[in-house]
Each structure stands twice: as C-alpha cells, then as structure tokens.
C-alpha cells in the first residue's frame, strides 16, 4: 500500500506541471485531496489492514498528505508572484507627473440649509411644499392679494417688469403661491411656499434686489388668531431655542386682518438688549394676520365658511440672524471663500 500512497503523490507532481492558471490548480485539488479525491479513497482502504501495518501505513498516508499539500502551496506561490507582478505592470504609475488635484466637494447654500430645516419642521405638523413661477402677472402678484393698481401698498414693492409687457413681473414675495394652491387644492389646506424674490433695491448691507423668503397659509373652519400664534411661537423655539418667547404688535399688510409684526427675544443677548437687536432684546423676524376676506374669495374660497391665517419669513434675513452676516450681498455673491464657512458633511 505504499506504494500506492507513492504512485499517488508522483501522480499529482506530474499533474500540477500541467497546470497553467487557478482554475486548473483547483480542478486538480479536488481530484487528489478532496473529500471524495484519490487519496480519501486511497486511506479509506487502510481501515482492512492487519493492526500490525496499519500504524506503518498511517505514517506514510500522513507523510504523503502533507507533501501533497506543500506541493500546491508552492504551485499557488507561484501564481501569486505572476499575478503581483502583472499588478504592478498594469499600476504603473509616473512619478514625476503633477499631483492631479482632487475636484473640490461642494455644500448646500446656508439659505439651504435654513430653508431645509423649516421645511423638515412644517411637513411634520401636516403642510404641503407648494412652489410657484418667479416671472409673475401683474395679477397674481398684486391684484388677487388685495393690492389694486392704485393701492398705495404697491409703493413698498417696487419690482422688475418685463419689457414691453407691463402686465408681467419679476414676483415680489411669494404670496402669489397662495392664491395659485388655493385655487388647486381648495379649503382646508396647510401649505408653505418657499422661494426666491426680486425687488428694484438700492443694495447696501441691508438691501439686495435678490432674496428669499418662505410664506406659509393654514385655512380651515374655524381657524383663529390662537391658532397662528401657536404655530409661530412652535417655528420660534425651533430657529433660536425652547426659551424664546415671541411677541406680536399691530401692523398694516393689505392680504391680511388684522396684521402683525412678529418678534422674538434677541437670541444672542437673551433679550438684555445688544448691538444685534439695537439694544431692543427684540428681533423682528416675520409678519402674519388673519386672511384678508378679499384674499380668500381671488381663491375660490368662501369667507363665510372659511377663515385663515397666513404668515411670511425673510429667509434671508434668518441666516444672517443665525450666522452673524452684517452684509446681505454676501449671501448672493458666489463667493467661495465666504460660502465655505457654512459647508456641512
């Protein structure tokens, strides 16, 4: 039987020089040294021995396995030396080529990413996203929100006209998006309508004739002047922390009655008075009212029926609340060096 534990290993050597890739390699090792291969068959047959032989015999069953085994690890070795070297043939690289400088990674605007936040918090209290065209009618704009070409209002929102087409605007606010999604969806409805808005400015560090605002709208039966104090006061705490208190005073706005002005505790002095709030402790952030009867019917809506409060945030001036900007023309620049302070992961 040794012999043919020694015919078996000369078997395998004459085979593995005929082996030219893994594939091969892996036929060949489970010809020989598999669960079923020659030489599992082969020690399976020591078990008719006499006692006396099959100790001798266990020796050499376990000395052919092992150089067996050795065998392919050194056929394997091989492969392994063939394919590192194709590698490093195949990944050459020059190394007196350039550095190729990696493309820089970019990040959402802080308008973004303050809009992004607001939106998070209003979708989970029930409101739809609505959006609406920047290049606007003169009626939309104007007209269906209660303000008449000779309303005095239109004064505050001195805007950009298409030429040769004076009925045609660059929008205001985004109010007309209201109109255009009560008209859609009807009563009852949540909505918000964040966007970009254009007015004839003269830039300084306040001003720009570019900026975004996000407006909001709740209408129902029976909605009233708690209901839009609850949720402004929910939007507060959530932009500049759970001890802001709000306040709100009388303010004129012709899609809306009453109207007010609203304000919160000035977040960096915590209401002390300081530079930010012009020693107030109050910042003004946004401006709200009960929906003007007018504004309901341009919107297919019965005041009758309905009521409804609606609201307006200068998303513009929130970032530069939140991050300290002191000059509004920053924000539209496209200036890299200032933009990268706000890039998030």
Aim: glycine share 8%; charged share 30%.
């Amino acid at each position: 039987m040794k012999e043919q534990f020694q015919h078996i290993q000369e078997s395998l050597g004459e085979a593995l020089k005929k082996v030219e890739d893994r594939d091969s390699l892996e036929v060949v090792r489970t010809t020989f040294l598999g669960r079923k291969g020659a030489l599992a068959e082969l020690m399976k047959e020591m078990s008719n021995l006499p006692p006396e032989e099959k100790k001798e015999t266990g020796k050499v069953a376990n000395q052919t396995k092992r150089e067996m085994e050795k065998a392919f690890e050194e056929k394997e070795t091989i492969f392994d030396v063939q394919e590192r070297k194709e590698r490093v043939e195949q990944e050459w690289i020059d190394v007196t080529q350039p550095v190729i400088q990696k493309k820089a990674q970019g990040s959402l605007h802080p308008v973004t990413q303050v809009q992004n936040d607001l939106e998070d918090l209003f979708t989970s209290m029930g409101f739809i996203i609505a959006d609406g065209p920047e290049l606007e009618s003169d009626y939309f704009n104007f007209t269906t929100l209660n303000i008449p070409p000779t309303h005095p209002a239109r004064d505050m929102h001195d805007t950009f006209y298409l030429e040769g087409r004076g009925d045609i605007v660059m929008r205001t606010h985004t109010s007309p998006v209201q109109i255009r999604t009560m008209r859609e969806y009807g009563a009852p409805l949540r909505m918000i309508a964040p966007g970009r808005c254009f007015r004839n400015e003269a830039t300084d560090v306040r001003h720009e004739h570019t900026f975004h605002q996000l407006e909001g709208m709740v209408i129902d039966k029976g909605i009233t002047f708690g209901h839009m104090k609850g949720v402004l006061e929910i939007v507060a705490k959530r932009l500049y922390g759970p001890e802001t208190k709000m306040r709100l005073r009388p303010k004129f706005y012709p899609f809306v009655e009453p109207g007010v002005n609203g304000e919160v505790t000035c977040f960096l002095c915590k209401g002390k008075g300081c530079r930010l709030c012009k020693k107030t402790g109050w910042l003004e952030i946004f401006g709200a009212g009960m929906v003007h009867p007018n504004v309901l019917k341009e919107g297919g809506i019965n005041p009758e029926v309905y009521t409804g409060f609606a609201f307006g945030f200068g998303l513009t001036r929130l970032v530069m609340l939140k991050y300290g900007i002191d000059d509004v023309r920053l924000l539209e620049s496209g200036d890299l060096r200032f933009l990268k302070q706000f890039s998030v992961c």
